[in-house]
């Protein structure tokens, strides 16, 4: 191989091994040991919120949601096949979470609908239920998907000022991080020291030659 193919090839090499303990590093720093991703928002429109399977069912990994309403009233979060969900929800008040946004931790919400909120308690749609005053949490497995989870007061009374968190944790993205940054840090040390090497060999072939000339003449 040519020196000056070999030397661009290693600078490359050296390239995209720094770029991969960047990234690496930077995704370990923001998920932490546990493979932590957690989005937020607080909705002050009327009504319920309404977390889609888009969201809720994004990543084949158990979902934490977490309401919590700062005036410490009742708050329900409850989950059930999203046909279910769309029907008994109808035209009520809701608002949805559409996206959420890595690693800005931040959830998206659209309100829509004007109807008046359905008493959600007196259904048996529901898998998974969960209600406390203040704040309520929900662990939602990923057997049932495609589900809608709902959050509300746990009555006809609408919500007008609520947090919803939803966390993801998974270790497995942390040692996948952690693995990408050590491959990386790998790359770049052995390009970086066939860079040095072959620069050290050209020293010296050029001294040589430089001798040899001077012998000569």
Not at 128 to 135: D, Q, T
Not at 188 to 214: C, H, I, M, P, Y
Request: hydrophobic share 50%; aromatic share 6%; no cysteine.
């Amino acid at each position: 191989m040519p020196v000056s193919t070999r030397r661009a090839l290693g600078a490359v090499v050296a390239a995209l091994g720094i770029v991969f303990v960047a990234l690496g590093a930077w995704m370990v720093v923001i998920l932490g040991p546990s493979g932590e991703a957690q989005f937020s928002a607080t909705s002050k429109a009327l009504g319920a919120v309404v977390i889609p399977p888009g969201v809720l069912n994004a990543v084949d990994v158990p979902v934490q949601i977490t309401a919590t309403r700062p005036d410490g009233g009742p708050v329900s979060i409850v989950t059930a096949p999203s046909n279910d969900a769309r029907a008994i929800l109808a035209n009520s008040a809701v608002t949805t979470a559409s996206a959420v946004h890595f690693p800005d931790g931040t959830l998206d919400l659209h309100a829509s609908g004007a109807g008046a909120l359905t008493d959600l308690s007196s259904s048996d749609i529901w898998r998974l239920a969960a209600k406390s005053p203040g704040s309520a949490h929900l662990m939602v497995d990923q057997s049932k998907a495609p589900e809608t989870a709902v959050v509300t007061s746990g009555d006809a009374t609408d919500l007008g000022d609520v947090t919803v968190t939803l966390t993801w944790a998974n270790r497995g993205w942390f040692f996948e991080a952690l693995a990408a940054a050590t491959i990386g840090a790998v790359l770049a040390v052995f390009a970086v020291n066939d860079l040095w090497q072959g620069r050290a060999l050209a020293v010296r072939s050029d001294v040589g030659e430089t001798k040899t000339s001077e012998a000569t003449v």
